[in-house]
């Protein structure tokens, strides 16, 4: 029973240093994917993250689990191990040939022998049941942290100061007087632009391989899907750089990828 499995303090009760109710904050919050087949377990979960202001999505089977993380890619995962159709070190090795996100597990085996496979697969962190929702929560905040790459959160791209912690863009100069065309004191960008956009900035001065923004941004079966990658990129470069016709920050890899070119040095030729 999930009474035996969580412990801590009401749900509703938010502590210091948890994510920001959504509403109250122009951050996006974290998306976290919780994998349980015992539904009290489940739900005491999803309504322990979303309290605290996370977004959270379920699955109660590996194979939902994978559809899930391919159709809205999580920013972290609360796996179990024992599903009723895969084992989750199974899910684990399919999610780590696409994707980067935390993974913490959360199981009643106690044998290191079911740890190490676990960690082995790719999880970043084993938490027993039952366990304490404060502690886990405390976990996933510290695995959610160690996937963030220092200084990414206010990046500057050429006139634009791009804030990824409150997902904004705004202008880094004056957008005063004696422009032809007036360029807007903050630019809007879809959801879709920002995720690319979060995957360039994060990665500065390296090539992110086209397949990895494919299925980081639209999940696992898109690989091949370059046109979108194009279109979304093109949009991209009329909202922030300068010229799109030669970008200086947003750059094309020809036949491998994309790159964020943190000095913006021209490019040859």
Excluded: C
Excluded at 25 to 34: E, F, I, K, M, N
Excluded at 219 to 238: D, I, K, S, V
Excluded at 251 to 262: A, D, K, L, V, W
């Amino acid at each position: 029973m999930a009474e035996a499995a969580v412990s801590g303090r009401d749900p509703g009760l938010a502590g210091p240093g948890q994510a920001a109710v959504p509403g109250r904050s122009t951050a996006r919050p974290h998306r976290v994917l919780v994998v349980e087949d015992e539904p009290a377990l489940l739900r005491a979960l999803e309504i322990n993250l979303r309290a605290r202001g996370y977004e959270a999505t379920t699955a109660v089977s590996g194979r939902a689990a994978l559809r899930e993380a391919g159709q809205r890619p999580p920013d972290a995962v609360l796996l179990d191990l024992g599903l009723p159709d895969v084992d989750g070190a199974v899910v684990i090795r399919q999610l780590r040939t696409w994707s980067r996100a935390p993974v913490i597990v959360l199981s009643g085996r106690t044998g290191s022998g079911d740890k190490i496979g676990a960690l082995d697969a790719g999880a970043n962190d084993y938490v027993t049941k039952p366990f304490d929702i404060e502690e886990l929560l405390a976990r996933l905040r510290a695995a959610l942290r160690r996937d963030e790459p220092p200084g990414a959160g206010v990046v500057t791209l050429g006139r634009w100061r791009i804030d990824l912690a409150a997902y904004t863009a705004h202008r880094a100069d004056d957008p005063g007087a004696g422009e032809q065309a007036p360029v807007p004191a903050a630019m809007h960008l879809t959801p879709t632009e920002w995720r690319l956009l979060e995957l360039l900035l994060r990665h500065p001065g390296q090539l992110v391989p086209a397949t990895r923004l494919l299925t980081d941004v639209w999940g696992p079966g898109y690989e091949r899907n370059t046109n979108y990658l194009r279109f979304h990129m093109a949009r991209l470069r009329r909202k922030l750089e300068d010229d799109p016709s030669r970008p200086r920050y947003l750059r094309t890899e020809p036949g491998m990828g994309y790159r964020y070119q943190p000095d913006g040095a021209a490019p040859p030729g």
